[in-house]
């Protein structure tokens, strides 16, 4: 999956840590902070990209997460 250029601040994430999502884990989606918030993103495009937020790290993984379970659930239609 092709992945969006950030221009906000660049988050260092471990992947590998206790208590990452399996989902997380394995597409590794960006993460940056942008002022107070943290957010999390895979895709190039509002069709396909999954974005989540939070005033955390692992508040946004958790985000993206989600969004990713609803994104996978949704029958595709095309």
């Known amino acids: ?10 988050v260092h994430v471990d992947y590998t840590g206790e208590g990452v999502p399996e989902s ?3 597409f590794r989606p960006n993460v940056f902070r942008d002022g107070d918030m943290y957010h999390c993103i895979l895709g190039c495009d509002q069709e396909t990209a999954v974005f ?3 005033h955390s ?3 946004a993984l958790l985000e993206w997460d989600h969004a990713y379970q609803d994104k996978t659930k949704k029958p595709n239609h095309g």
Request: proline fraction near 0%; glycine fraction near 10%.
């Open 1 to 10: 999956m092709e992945r969006l250029s950030l221009e906000k601040e660049t």
């Open 24 to 26: 997380v884990k394995n």
């Open 52 to 54: 989540g937020s939070g």
């Open 57 to 59: 790290v692992e508040e």
